[in-house]
């Protein structure tokens, strides 16, 4: 498992990157020590590209919470 942490519009962002015994990847990840629940259930096959994707994820929650939309919708 390994963490990447970052912080987004005052937020803090951690992502723990998880490989299950099946292969790809998961992830959990909190924001300023909230578990934010995924609506991802299947691992994706590359590391970089599940990252990309848990980060995204954070990004639009924070987004939504502070002005009720995401980002992609600016």
Not at 22 to 28: C, E, H, I, R
Request: glycine letters at 6%; a positive charge.
């Amino acid at each position: 498992m390994s963490d990447e942490e970052f912080e987004y519009k005052g937020q803090q962002v951690k992502i723990q990157m998880v490989q299950p015994l099946t292969g790809g990847w998961l992830w959990q990840t909190d924001i300023n020590r909230i578990r934010l629940a995924s609506e991802r259930r299947a691992p994706i096959k590359y590391r970089q590209d599940a990252l990309q994707y848990a980060v995204m994820e954070a990004k639009e929650s924070i987004d939504i919470k502070s002005d009720g939309k995401p980002s992609s919708f600016r």
